[in-house]
């Protein structure tokens, strides 16, 4: 299924998205997966959040504001989709930076399946036990080869890997693809890494091709950033312009952009 064709199943299927995510960007997560045509909730509490995710197409959990509730949480509606057979998205925000937070992300991972492991290059690398650090949420750097790291992890965990940079790597271990969609003022705003993380959730939601619905997902995101990144002033009509450019994105915008090898 092409890249345009899964967007416009997204919109026409309208998938729900149950979010337990970073308080900091929780507002711009929702608005673009409702940019995207599909429907978001964010659910945190222990006492519905499995309820929640099991009427959702898709989980979306992202570890940038953590609380040890939020992580009950998190287990207790992953544990709800993977009954459901739905698709968890993890996003392994600030991985690296912590003791904590590494030990959560583990926990989580030991805990529950999670379908999709998503995370900048050093966030990826301390997931698979590099002696990496993390700056704060930003990528530090890393001595690696991002596919084969991405392959690799795939391979363990039987998941698929996102790494997000420069240029997207995703990998499910027997294929990777990358996407050089996006602008550098992508990196200018708080959240699009956050954002990023949503839109692959909703793009899962609707296609059970995980790798290539996580690719789809990025050229859509990155496609849209590009032409927001043209018609913008400064980052903040940045950030609503790249609502407005994913809200009307179309097939010649998608067919004549798409970076994806």
């Known amino acids: 299924m092409s890249t345009w064709e899964l967007l416009e199943k997204v919109r026409k299927?309208?998938?729900?998205?149950?979010?337990?995510?970073?308080?900091v960007t929780i507002y711009d997560c929702a608005n673009i997966v409702k940019s995207f045509g599909a429907?978001?909730?964010?659910?945190h509490a222990k006492e519905e959040a499995?309820?929640?995710?099991?009427?959702?197409?898709?989980?979306v959990l992202n570890i940038g504001t953590l609380?040890?509730?939020?992580?009950?949480?998190?287990?207790?509606?992953?544990?709800?989709?993977?009954?459901?057979?739905?698709?968890?998205?993890l996003d392994v925000c600030g991985a690296g930076a912590t003791r904590f937070r590494d030990e959560k992300v583990y926990e989580i991972l030991e805990s529950?399946?999670?379908?999709?492991?998503?995370?900048?290059?050093?966030?990826?690398?301390?997931?698979?036990?590099?002696?990496?650090?993390?700056?704060?949420?930003?990528?530090?750097?890393?001595?690696?080869?991002?596919?084969?790291?991405?392959?690799?992890?795939?391979?363990?965990?039987?998941?698929?890997?996102?790494?997000?940079?420069?240029?997207?790597?995703i990998s499910d271990a027997s294929r990777v693809y990358k996407v050089s969609n996006g602008t550098d003022m992508m990196g200018t705003i708080v959240g699009t890494g956050c954002m990023a993380a949503s839109v692959i959730g909703t793009f899962?939601?609707?296609?059970?091709?995980?790798?290539?619905?996580?690719?789809?997902?990025?050229?859509?995101?990155g496609i849209a950033a590009e032409i927001a990144s043209e018609i913008c002033t400064g980052t903040g009509s940045f950030?609503?312009?790249?609502?407005?450019?994913?809200y009307n994105?179309?097939?010649?915008?998608i067919e004549t952009l798409e970076k994806l090898a």
């Open 13 to 23: 299927e309208k998938p729900l998205v149950h979010h337990i995510t970073n308080w």
């Open 39 to 43: 429907s978001p909730v964010m659910a």
């Open 50 to 59: 499995a309820d929640m995710a099991s009427l959702a197409s898709a989980l």
């Open 67 to 89: 609380t040890i509730e939020l992580i009950e949480s998190m287990k207790l509606a992953a544990g709800a989709a993977n009954k459901k057979g739905i698709p968890v998205v």
């Open 112 to 169: 529950v399946k999670v379908n999709i492991i998503k995370g900048n290059a050093s966030e990826i690398a301390r997931v698979t036990g590099m002696e990496v650090k993390t700056k704060g949420v930003d990528s530090g750097s890393v001595d690696a080869d991002l596919s084969v790291m991405a392959s690799e992890l795939a391979a363990k965990k039987s998941c698929t890997v996102v790494i997000t940079g420069k240029e997207d790597i």
């Open 204 to 221: 899962a939601a609707v296609n059970k091709d995980l790798a290539r619905a996580s690719a789809s997902a990025l050229v859509c995101f």
């Open 239 to 246: 950030k609503n312009d790249l609502f407005d450019c994913v």
């Open 249 to 253: 994105l179309n097939r010649q915008q």
